[in-house]
């Protein structure tokens, strides 16, 4: 999960598991997979960041990792 900020200033969280796109527009927009949108105050790189700590925090990214390196032994 996620926080960020709608254009009011009001806070809300994300799954960012169900996150399919992050563009700016100017303003940021993220598209989750069942196609709604949020429009949000924190920029895309703030956003991917927050993503990938979120990522990191579930053991997703680490897994890649390790399955990428047993690959390589082989």
């Known amino acids: 999960m996620i926080k960020v900020s709608r ?10 598991l169900y996150i399919e796109t992050v563009e700016s ?7 989750l ?8 105050k924190e920029s895309e ?6 993503i ?4 990191q925090s579930v053991n997703l990214l680490g897994q890649q990792l390790a ?4 690959n390589e032994e082989q």
């Open 7 to 16: 254009l009011n200033g009001k806070t809300f969280i994300l799954n960012a």
């Open 33 to 40: 997979t069942n196609g709604k949108k949020y429009v949000v």
């Open 52 to 55: 990938l700590g979120f990522y």
């Open 25 to 31: 527009f100017p303003d940021t927009t993220i598209t």
């Open 45 to 50: 790189d703030q956003v991917m960041q927050s």
């Open 67 to 70: 399955e990428g390196n047993e």
